[in-house]
Protein backbone atom coordinates (compact mmCIF):
# COMPACT_ATOMS: atom_id res chain seq x y z
CA UNK A 1 0.00 0.00 0.00
CA UNK A 2 1.34 3.10 -0.77
CA UNK A 3 1.33 6.11 1.36
CA UNK A 4 -0.16 8.60 -0.90
CA UNK A 5 -1.75 8.28 -4.98
CA UNK A 6 1.13 10.20 -6.10
CA UNK A 7 2.90 7.25 -6.28
CA UNK A 8 1.22 5.85 -9.53
CA UNK A 9 2.69 9.16 -11.38
CA UNK A 10 6.30 7.84 -10.79
CA UNK A 11 5.54 4.41 -11.38
CA UNK A 12 4.66 5.41 -14.81
CA UNK A 13 7.37 7.30 -15.63
CA UNK A 14 10.23 4.86 -14.00
CA UNK A 15 8.79 1.78 -15.39
CA UNK A 16 8.59 3.39 -19.11
CA UNK A 17 11.85 4.93 -18.57
CA UNK A 18 13.85 2.33 -16.63
CA UNK A 19 14.73 4.36 -13.83
CA UNK A 20 15.31 3.67 -10.38
CA UNK A 21 18.05 0.14 -10.33
CA UNK A 22 19.39 -1.69 -7.72
CA UNK A 23 21.94 -0.17 -6.21
CA UNK A 24 21.13 3.25 -6.62
CA UNK A 25 21.84 6.18 -4.61
CA UNK A 26 18.32 8.58 -4.82
CA UNK A 27 17.24 11.39 -3.45
CA UNK A 28 13.54 12.35 -2.73
CA UNK A 29 12.78 16.05 -2.63
CA UNK A 30 9.38 16.98 -1.00
CA UNK A 31 9.09 13.41 -0.21
CA UNK A 32 6.28 13.60 2.60
CA UNK A 33 4.31 11.68 2.85
CA UNK A 34 6.55 9.30 0.94
CA UNK A 35 4.96 7.32 -1.66
CA UNK A 36 7.70 8.06 -3.88
CA UNK A 37 10.20 7.25 -1.03
CA UNK A 38 8.76 3.84 -1.06
CA UNK A 39 8.78 3.29 -4.90
CA UNK A 40 12.36 4.04 -4.49
CA UNK A 41 13.37 1.76 -1.62
CA UNK A 42 11.83 -1.32 -3.78
CA UNK A 43 13.21 -0.29 -6.94
CA UNK A 44 16.82 0.41 -5.42
CA UNK A 45 17.17 -2.45 -2.72
CA UNK A 46 17.97 0.12 -0.23
CA UNK A 47 16.86 -2.52 2.78
CA UNK A 48 18.81 -5.43 1.30
CA UNK A 49 15.75 -7.60 0.68
CA UNK A 50 17.32 -9.10 -2.37
CA UNK A 51 20.68 -10.33 -1.19
CA UNK A 52 21.59 -11.27 -4.92
CA UNK A 53 21.04 -7.64 -5.96
CA UNK A 54 23.68 -4.50 -5.10
CA UNK A 55 22.01 -2.46 -2.05
CA UNK A 56 20.71 1.45 -3.20
CA UNK A 57 20.18 4.37 -0.94
CA UNK A 58 17.14 6.72 -0.68
CA UNK A 59 17.29 9.80 1.33
CA UNK A 60 14.38 12.09 1.62
CA UNK A 61 13.88 15.58 2.34
CA UNK A 62 10.89 17.76 3.25
CA UNK A 63 10.21 20.72 5.32
CA UNK A 64 7.22 18.80 7.71
CA UNK A 65 7.91 15.67 8.94
CA UNK A 66 7.55 11.97 7.02
CA UNK A 67 6.36 9.00 9.40
CA UNK A 68 9.34 6.59 9.17
CA UNK A 69 10.45 3.85 6.36
CA UNK A 70 12.51 1.09 6.33
CA UNK A 71 15.37 1.44 3.91
CA UNK A 72 14.85 5.08 3.78
CA UNK A 73 16.37 8.12 5.89
CA UNK A 74 14.55 11.17 5.66
CA UNK A 75 15.88 14.68 6.72
CA UNK A 76 12.45 16.42 7.98
CA UNK A 77 12.35 20.51 8.52
CA UNK A 78 14.71 20.62 5.25
CA UNK A 79 14.34 22.84 2.75
CA UNK A 80 15.83 21.87 -0.36
CA UNK A 81 16.36 24.92 -1.75
CA UNK A 82 18.71 25.50 1.23
CA UNK A 83 22.79 24.95 0.64
CA UNK A 84 23.08 23.94 4.11
CA UNK A 85 20.46 20.66 3.08
CA UNK A 86 22.90 20.50 0.08
CA UNK A 87 26.10 19.65 2.22
CA UNK A 88 23.97 17.24 4.71
CA UNK A 89 23.14 15.52 1.70
CA UNK A 90 26.67 15.16 0.51
CA UNK A 91 27.83 14.20 4.13
CA UNK A 92 24.65 11.07 3.93
CA UNK A 93 25.16 9.92 0.36
CA UNK A 94 27.90 6.91 -0.08
CA UNK A 95 30.92 8.77 -2.09
CA UNK A 96 28.52 12.08 -2.28
CA UNK A 97 27.31 11.04 -5.05
CA UNK A 98 23.65 10.50 -6.36
CA UNK A 99 22.23 8.49 -9.45
CA UNK A 100 18.90 9.91 -9.49
CA UNK A 101 17.24 13.47 -7.93
CA UNK A 102 13.23 12.99 -7.59
CA UNK A 103 11.36 15.95 -6.85
CA UNK A 104 7.26 15.82 -6.44
CA UNK A 105 8.08 19.25 -4.82
CA UNK A 106 5.09 22.10 -4.49
CA UNK A 107 5.08 25.21 -2.76
CA UNK A 108 1.71 26.18 -0.89
CA UNK A 109 -1.19 27.56 -2.31
CA UNK A 110 -0.49 31.13 -2.26
CA UNK A 111 -4.31 31.77 -3.57
CA UNK A 112 -2.18 33.18 -7.26
CA UNK A 113 -1.74 30.69 -9.51
CA UNK A 114 0.79 32.72 -11.39
CA UNK A 115 3.15 32.89 -8.44
CA UNK A 116 2.51 29.53 -7.47
CA UNK A 117 3.92 28.77 -11.32
CA UNK A 118 6.85 30.97 -10.49
CA UNK A 119 7.77 29.31 -7.56
CA UNK A 120 7.72 26.00 -7.91
CA UNK A 121 9.83 26.87 -11.59
CA UNK A 122 12.49 28.73 -8.51
CA UNK A 123 12.60 26.05 -6.98
CA UNK A 124 13.30 23.76 -9.28
CA UNK A 125 16.40 25.29 -10.50
CA UNK A 126 18.14 25.32 -7.28
CA UNK A 127 18.08 21.43 -8.05
CA UNK A 128 20.14 22.22 -10.88
CA UNK A 129 23.00 23.63 -8.73
CA UNK A 130 21.88 20.46 -6.51
CA UNK A 131 22.81 18.46 -9.43
CA UNK A 132 26.02 19.74 -9.79
CA UNK A 133 26.92 19.22 -6.45
CA UNK A 134 25.98 15.85 -6.05
CA UNK A 135 24.75 13.85 -9.58
CA UNK A 136 26.79 11.75 -10.72
CA UNK A 137 27.64 12.24 -14.97
CA UNK A 138 25.09 9.73 -16.25
CA UNK A 139 22.74 10.59 -13.89
CA UNK A 140 18.97 11.65 -13.87
CA UNK A 141 16.36 14.18 -12.40
CA UNK A 142 13.13 13.68 -12.27
CA UNK A 143 10.62 17.10 -11.72
CA UNK A 144 7.46 18.30 -11.12
CA UNK A 145 6.23 21.48 -12.90
CA UNK A 146 3.43 23.64 -13.45
CA UNK A 147 3.10 24.40 -16.94
CA UNK A 148 3.37 28.08 -17.64
CA UNK A 149 6.00 30.74 -19.20
CA UNK A 150 8.86 29.74 -17.44
CA UNK A 151 8.70 26.22 -17.88
CA UNK A 152 10.60 26.99 -21.05
CA UNK A 153 13.23 28.56 -19.25
CA UNK A 154 13.68 25.78 -16.89
CA UNK A 155 13.63 23.22 -19.51
CA UNK A 156 16.44 25.48 -21.40
CA UNK A 157 18.20 25.28 -18.47
CA UNK A 158 17.99 21.40 -17.64
CA UNK A 159 18.66 21.02 -21.37
CA UNK A 160 21.98 22.67 -21.10
CA UNK A 161 23.16 20.01 -18.30
CA UNK A 162 21.15 17.05 -19.57
CA UNK A 163 21.76 15.45 -22.88
CA UNK A 164 18.08 14.52 -22.96
CA UNK A 165 14.85 16.23 -21.51
CA UNK A 166 11.67 15.54 -21.95
CA UNK A 167 8.54 16.73 -20.45
CA UNK A 168 5.70 14.51 -19.09
CA UNK A 169 2.49 14.05 -18.50
CA UNK A 170 1.89 10.68 -17.02
CA UNK A 171 -2.01 9.54 -17.24
CA UNK A 172 -2.37 9.29 -13.36
CA UNK A 173 -1.88 13.38 -13.07
CA UNK A 174 -5.08 14.60 -13.18
CA UNK A 175 -5.68 16.20 -17.10
CA UNK A 176 -6.94 19.52 -15.79
CA UNK A 177 -4.32 20.11 -13.54
CA UNK A 178 -1.33 22.41 -15.26
CA UNK A 179 1.10 19.16 -13.30
CA UNK A 180 3.62 17.89 -15.44
CA UNK A 181 7.42 16.52 -14.67
CA UNK A 182 10.49 16.78 -16.53
CA UNK A 183 13.04 13.87 -17.00
CA UNK A 184 16.23 15.15 -17.77
CA UNK A 185 18.69 11.98 -18.39
CA UNK A 186 22.94 11.49 -19.35
CA UNK A 187 23.54 14.30 -16.73
CA UNK A 188 26.70 16.11 -17.98
CA UNK A 189 28.74 18.06 -15.74
CA UNK A 190 29.95 21.24 -17.22
CA UNK A 191 32.37 22.72 -14.83
N1 LIG B 1 5.97 12.63 -3.61
C1 LIG B 1 5.31 12.69 -2.30
C2 LIG B 1 4.72 11.34 -2.03
O1 LIG B 1 4.59 10.56 -2.98
O2 LIG B 1 4.40 11.03 -0.88
C3 LIG B 1 4.28 13.80 -2.27
C4 LIG B 1 4.91 15.18 -2.28
S1 LIG B 1 3.82 16.53 -1.97
C5 LIG B 1 2.94 16.67 -3.46
C6 LIG B 1 4.89 17.95 -2.02
C7 LIG B 1 5.80 18.15 -0.82
O3 LIG B 1 6.81 19.12 -1.12
C8 LIG B 1 5.09 18.66 0.44
O4 LIG B 1 5.17 17.70 1.46
C9 LIG B 1 5.89 19.93 0.81
O5 LIG B 1 6.08 20.09 2.20
C10 LIG B 1 7.22 19.68 0.11
N2 LIG B 1 8.03 20.90 -0.11
C11 LIG B 1 7.61 22.09 -0.59
N3 LIG B 1 8.63 22.96 -0.62
C12 LIG B 1 9.73 22.30 -0.16
C13 LIG B 1 11.10 22.69 0.07
N4 LIG B 1 11.54 23.92 -0.22
N5 LIG B 1 11.96 21.76 0.56
C14 LIG B 1 11.51 20.51 0.85
N6 LIG B 1 10.24 20.10 0.66
C15 LIG B 1 9.36 20.98 0.17
Known amino acids: NYRCRSAFKLLEIVDKYRLLKPGDNVIDCGAAPGAWSQIA?????????NAELPRGTVIGIDL??????DGAH?????????PFTHARLQDLLPNAKADVILSDMAPNASGC???DKEKLITMCLTLIDLSEKI???GGSLVCKYWDGFLAQTLQNRLSAVFG?????????SRKES?????????YK???
Request: with cysteine; net charge positive.
Open 41 to 49: VQRVNSTGA
Open 64 to 69: LNIAPL
Open 74 to 82: FLPSHDITD
Open 113 to 115: KDM
Open 135 to 137: LKP
Open 164 to 172: CVRSLKPKA
Open 178 to 186: AEKYFLGQM
Open 189 to 191: RIK
